[in-house]
């Protein structure tokens, strides 16, 4: 009822009385109009994705995209019915051809019985915009793959592959994001 206060206070006006901003304390000084992000005329087409930084001998794995032309850990779209650390274990299987251990940083205890099981707790959760109206709700998981595993991607996958230590990150082009992610696998994996 609020949202709906605010829309047409906004329609009406252009910004809304102090009475009918939204109520979080720090969003009381925002004009309205500021707070809202898209041209909701044009669709939305966001999706599910799961994306794995692995870890092997204090080196990340990394692609080369085809269409993007940076370097990106593996990952893609979830299909449907599908978890999301399912995702990344077909993933890294698909695009690197590597069988992965994902790394669960849930130590709660939790006993799985008939009914319920823990699933492996994503190291983040982005919200990557690919487009004016193209968004990725990515889940990102950091893994071990075993020592002398070779990458063997699939034939219709990117074929430009590296293992890349923190200090070499630095020289690659990729977006900001996968490089300080990159960097927190091999810090967060070499503490153990």
């Not at 978890?83 to 994902?102: D, I, M, Y």
Request: include cysteine; hydrophobic fraction near 40%.
């Amino acid at each position: 009822m609020l949202f709906r206060r605010t829309l047409a206070v906004i329609a009406q006006n252009g910004r809304a009385r102090r009475s009918q901003r939204l109520r979080y304390p720090y969003q009381e000084s925002l004009p309205v109009p500021a707070l809202f992000c898209y041209n909701h005329s044009m669709p939305l087409d966001r999706h599910f994705s799961a994306t794995v930084y692995i870890v092997r001998n204090g080196k990340v794995l990394l692609h080369k995209h085809k269409k993007f032309d940076f370097w990106l850990p593996v990952g893609g779209h979830m299909e449907p019915n599908e978890t999301p650390e399912e995702a990344a274990l077909r993933e890294a299987l698909e695009e690197a051809g590597l069988e992965v251990e994902l790394v669960n940083g849930d130590t709660s205890g939790f006993q799985k019985d008939e009914r319920a099981r823990l699933l492996v707790r994503p190291a983040h959760m982005l919200l990557e915009k690919l487009g004016p109206d193209h968004e990725h709700i990515d889940i990102i998981f950091y893994a071990t793959a075993r020592d002398g595993a070779v990458v063997s991607p699939s034939a219709d996958e990117s074929m430009e592959f590296g293992w890349f230590s923190s200090e070499e990150i630095d020289g690659l082009e990729m977006p900001r994001n996968v490089g300080f992610l990159a960097k927190e696998a091999l810090r967060v994996l070499a503490e153990g």
